[in-house]
Nanobody, 125 residues
Framework: QVQLVESGGGLVQAGGSLGLSCAAS????????LGWFRQAPGKEREGVSC????????AYADSVQGRFTISRDNSKNTVYLEMNSLKPEDTAVYYC??????????????????WGQGTQVTVSS
């Protein structure tokens, strides 16, 4: 059974940094795209970032471009999200997900197969 477990959320002041991790188990994920999504209170879930399994290429939401960095360690079946220059509007529950596809095209508009339970990120002003 596929399981995704996020960690690393917490409370940080605006301008600070946090790193999230997502450990996957249940199958080999090295060839599949991995993504990060978030959902703020009263808002729909949105795509934050994706890293492909084919060539490691990445994609980011405009709102986090230049501040967040996604990476993966296939030997550990883990995907990371480094978040810098955090803003109060980054406050949300962050979820990792794994896809059946290898690439990140339209990652924020297609269904993903498996999801983690989420980790809260709160940025105070």
């Amino acid at each position: 059974q596929v399981q995704l477990v996020e960690s690393g959320g917490g409370l940080v002041q605006a301008g600070g940094s946090l790193g999230l991790s997502c450990a996957a188990s249940g199958r080999t994920f090295s060839i599949y795209a991995l993504g990060w999504f978030r959902q703020a209170p009263g808002k729909e879930r949105e795509g934050v970032s994706c890293i492909s399994g084919s060539d490691g290429s990445t994609a980011y939401a405009d709102s986090v471009q230049g501040r967040f960095t996604i990476s993966r360690d296939n030997s550990k079946n883990t995907v990371y999200l480094e978040m810098n220059s955090l803003k109060p509007e980054d406050t949300a529950v962050y979820y990792c997900a794994v896809d059946r596809y290898y690439y990140c095209s339209n990652y924020d508009r297609r269904p993903w197969d498996y999801w983690g339970q989420g980790t809260q990120v709160t940025v105070s002003s």
